[in-house]
């Protein structure tokens, strides 16, 4: 049996398109584990965001990769570099991967934000979210149609370079206007003095930051169901959010592309509107 090592990390976004290869290759009879070493308290102390394990690998069926085996990856991994090759090994990173790659043993350390991900595990998706008491409420709650967020992702983005312009959420505002009877609007950022300054955004309803749910992604999660239309932006956050609640009603638009520096295969899901990312 072929087997496979993933590396769990970053925010609630990242670890669902993690879990979904997991799930993808296991439906594929590899045997998989999930390495959740990215969230120990070192972590905490470093210049990345503090994130925590949304979803324990139990809680979906995983099995935590050992020290024992994870061990054993980094030996095959020496060992492979030196082509003397007792098993097969492959080290996989990035967001997309070629399954004419995978050998005996894979070590997948990567966020594998892609459409295909999204698509091939739906049901598997819904399932794991509604193991959240609080998501799964949500998930049955009524929308009305022309109830629409924006979702203003800054600090981390600015250090990457990777922010949206005032442009890409004008136009963003201007289609929706345009498209929905009533449109109204309420903003989910994580930069709340800055939003406040763009008039762009004086007729939003509300403007929700990280304090108004105490930091939990869960509950900021489970607010973001409640909407019909969204605008994503270059965040898989509120982009799973979108995929979930998307009706034949629904507007979502998405950056393109969806990092200006970063390479990455973006989603294009039919329907969806495209706004340039300058």
Known sequence: MK???????????????????ANYLRDQNYKVTIDTVFYKENFQ???NTPRGIIFEPNLLGFKKTSNLYKLFLKILRKVNSLEI?????????????????????????GYWQNKKLLSDNREFIKNAIEKVPLIKDALTLSKENNNSFIHIRRKDYIQMGEEL?????????????????NFKYDIFTDDYDWVKKQTI???????????????????????MLSYNNFVV???????IAAYMMESDSSIIIIADPWFKKIKHPGFDFQHWVKIENK
């Open 233 to 239: 932006g270059n965040s898989t956050f509120s982009l």
């Open 45 to 47: 102390k470093s210049n």
């Open 3 to 21: 087997r496979a090592s993933i590396h769990l990390k970053g925010g609630f976004g990242n670890q669902i398109f993690q879990y979904s290869l």
């Open 85 to 109: 090759k007792f098993f097969t090994y492959e080290f996989l990173k990035g967001y997309d991967f070629n399954e004419e790659k995978m050998k005996d043993f894979n070590e997948f350390d």
């Open 201 to 223: 955004f004086e007729e939003v309803e509300n403007i929700y930051s990280e304090k108004d749910f105490d930091n939990d992604p869960i509950e900021t999660f489970s607010k």
């Open 165 to 181: 312009d005032t442009e890409f959420y004008k136009k963003s505002l201007e289609y929706l206007s345009n498209n929905i009877n």
